[in-house]
């Protein structure tokens, strides 16, 4: 192997990769970049760092991005957008591998103002700032009226002499406030939250003239949103043109086109109010004399009354003409009820006879004697049938008996001890006594010879 000669310098890997780090961040070039590419692989970790690659078709950046530059992004990164980065290439020494230190980024295609608006209305809506249900209404008649805009704007101008046209009685409270640049947002939640505080107001007109989105932008953060929603005061947002919306209008309790549509809605115009009032008086008025003919009417009935032309007959006569006949009403509902009452005594008189314990026991004994007529009838027949039954019993024993075989010529064999009755030649020996019993006494005899029939039968040569 060839080693390196003392005119060559030799590096460690970290001093090496330590070289490329410095070449590349002394390269111009390749600080304060612009790439454009797709997100992929990101995760964004839990110290609050951004790891994801940066693709196109052709090829791969790893690329980072610490918390301290994330945190100030308009818009949350997602897998597979398409991004315009700017940051410095450089090298991680420890794996020898160069990345991409981004520092910005914005969507490639839109604006990253336009995204965040989005997203942060996505999100409000979802936690529900934006549900009708929850949205106040406007007071018709409201004490007191707070305005919170630039005091130097067109919009305050509009709004107040819109209000004062409209509705001079009412006072107006300006909390004047910066509505563009990054303190405009905190200036408005301070005012918002100053003005409850207050409590010297019943509706709240927050707003400002018209511009582009980055001059009305400050009416799109989160903080301001928040703000209107928790206010126990209804809020009105008035911001920009007609065709320019806001997150603060979605969260606001009633939107208006412009400031001075705000104001338009925020108050009554005292000529409509007088117009009113004047309706109302005549309503008034044809109800009052709507009345009061009513009343009259029935002032001249009642004085056309019966009962005060002829008190007597519609006093004393009618009232006693209604006692008789409520008199001969009842008369008549009482014979009817004593004739239902003497119905049912009758009904139970007869049930009261057929109850009589003599009646019963008279009744008793009849049918106790009926009784014992058709059991000793049952029994006679009973005894004569089951006479009937033992005489034909008898018949059949009789025919049964073993006697009356043996009177026809029979008899019954049996072994010496009369313990055991022959019935074939193969129980007895040649020398065997046996008893032979007949109808009409017993023999007893001694087996000399005997023959078993083949064929069945009685054999002929048997002797005893």
Known sequence: MRSPGKDRQVFSVKELNRYIKMMLEGNDRLQHVWVRGEISNFTHHSSGHMYFTLKDADSRLKTIMFASYNQRLPFIPREGAKVLAC?????????????????????????????????????????????????????????????????????????????????????????????????????????IEEMNRLGEVDVLIVGRGGGSLEELWAFNEEAVAR?????????????????????????????????????????????????????????????????????????????????????????????????????????????????????????????????????QAVFARRRLASAAKQLQVAMQVLKKHKSQQLVSAMRQLDALSPLKVMQRGYGLVYDEQEKQLIKSVAQVEIGDI????????????????MEENKHGGTGNDTEL
């Open 87 to 191: 940051g410095n290439i450089s090298v991680y020494e420890r794996d020898g591998q160069y990345q991409f230190y981004v520092t910005q980024m914005q969507p490639d295609g839109i604006g990253s103002l336009y995204l965040a608006f989005e997203q942060l209305k996505k999100k409000l809506e979802a936690e529900g700032l934006f549900a009708a249900e929850r949205k106040r209404p406007i007071p018709r008649f409201p004490r007191a009226i707070g305005v919170i805009t630039s005091p130097t704007g067109a919009a305050v101008r509009d709004i107040i002499t819109t209000l004062q046209r409209r509705y001079p009685a009412v006072p107006v409270l300006l909390y004047p406030v910066l509505v563009q640049g990054t303190q405009a947002a905190p200036s408005i939640v301070r005012a």
């Open 227 to 359: 703000a209107i929603s928790a206010s126990a005061i209804p809020v009105i947002s008035a911001v920009g043109h007609e065709t320019d919306y806001t997150i603060a209008d979605f969260v606001a309790d009633l939107r208006a086109a412009t400031p001075t549509a705000a104001a338009e809605l925020a108050v009554p115009h005292h000529l409509e109010l007088k117009q009113q009032l004047a309706y109302m008086e005549q309503r008034l008025y044809r109800s009052l004399n709507k009345r009061l003919e009513s009343s009259r009417e029935r002032l001249n009935r009642l004085r056309r009354s019966p009962y005060l032309t002829n008190p007597r007959r519609q006093l004393l006569l009618q009232p006693a003409e209604r006692l008789d006949r409520v008199k001969e009403q009842l008369r008549f509902k009482m014979q009817g009820r004593l004739a239902l009452a003497h119905e049912r005594k009758m009904r139970l008189d007869k049930r009261l006879a057929a109850s009589n314990p003599k009646e």
């Open 434 to 449: 046996l008893r032979l019993k007949l109808a009409d006494g017993r023999i007893d005899c001694h087996v000399w010879s």
